[in-house]
């Protein structure tokens, strides 16, 4: 089951829960199938909270009981054709069992990301992020490497995106005189990076537009956000994936390119150029070309590697 459904209303009153009611609200967003298949007592220990939470939290949504609650998801998921992920393999070796499991567990995860809804979000998102006058991408710890492959990705188009990156000095200062008009993209997965959230709430709070890619619609994120991308990302042994969130990235330069009305190829084919003549990217040496020597140390007899010499 893709969106529970009572997905809608959930969000539409999760603002106005107490804490705990917020709690396991969040884990019924985010896992809809468990609540049509568990029972109350096991869906509040998983999500953390006491059984009576779970029978407020069906009375909040206007329902007498919470098994009312969960006969409303196990039609839902009666009636939903949605593929089971792959499991183990009981034969042969475990490794190559893992590998499968793991590789058909991002593939699912990345192949929702074109569903309609996740679409229409991923084409919401790109539009914002299209009308910016400046463009900032947010990601730290785990996700920085979203946010610096988006804006890496976005240069290839000759469109520049600041990367918000404490480490670099680049952090929150960088929002000094920002507002209406420009845009964020911040990146953020549970457990959220505190640093990430207070960022994209400042940033809101000075008139830009935050366009999330996160895992739930109820994230710190998404309450902040214009537009949200809500991506899958379950859990592998002892990490969250961060390739549905990557592949997320890219989808949206792919739609910034498209919509811009720029003939991409030729704006491509100028930065390769530009990029040659600096010599950004290694190339193998003409045949017959003297470019540099190995040079070897003889007391440890290794050879080191050079520069190439400079003529």
């Known amino acids: 089951m893709k969106k529970g459904p009572l997905s809608d209303l959930l969000v539409e009153r999760f603002e106005t829960m107490p804490p705990q009611l917020q709690r396991a609200a969040r884990f019924v967003l985010d896992h809809p199938q468990d609540v049509a298949l568990m029972s109350m007592r096991e869906l509040a220990h998983l999500a953390g909270v006491s059984h009576t939470t779970m029978m407020r ?3 909040w949504l206007d329902l007498d009981r919470y098994e009312d609650m969960r006969s409303v998801y196990a039609k839902a998921l009666r ?8 499991e183990p393999r009981q034969d042969g070796d475990g490794s190559y069992s893992t590998v499968g ?3 058909g567990t991002l593939a699912a995860e990345i192949a929702r990301l074109g569903e309609c809804a996740n679409a229409m979000q991923l084409t919401a998102a790109a539009s914002v992020l299209a009308e910016s006058r400046n463009l900032f991408c947010l990601g730290l710890r785990a996700e920085h490497p979203v946010a610096q492959h988006f804006a890496y990705t976005l240069s290839r188009l000759g469109r520049q995106a600041v990367v918000l990156d404490a480490a670099g000095g680049l952090g929150i200062d960088a929002l000094r005189g920002v507002g209406r008009g420009d845009v ?15 960022t994209a709430r400042q940033a809101a709070r000075q008139g830009v537009a935050v366009v999330a890619i996160t895992d739930s619609s109820v994230s710190p994120l998404a309450r902040v956000a214009k537009a949200s991308v809500i991506v899958i990302s379950n859990p592998q ?3 969250k994936s961060i390739a549905p969130a990557l592949v ?8 910034i390119a498209a919509n811009s009305g720029m003939n991409v190829d030729e704006v491509v084919k100028e930065i390769e150029r530009q990029l040659a003549e600096l010599d950004v990217f290694w190339k193998p040496p003409h045949s017959g070309k003297r470019r540099g020597r190995a040079k070897c140390n003889p007391t440890a007899g290794t050879a080191i590697s050079a520069f190439p010499e400079i003529t």
Do not use: M, Q, W
């Open 57 to 59: 939290l069906a009375r």
């Open 79 to 86: 009636t939903s054709a949605e593929s089971p992920l792959p």
């Open 101 to 103: 499991v793991v590789a």
């Open 184 to 198: 964020v993209l911040a990146v953020g997965i549970e457990p959220y990076c505190r640093a990430t959230i207070e």
């Open 237 to 239: 042994s002892f990490f």
């Open 248 to 255: 997320a990235s890219e989808i949206l330069a792919k739609l």
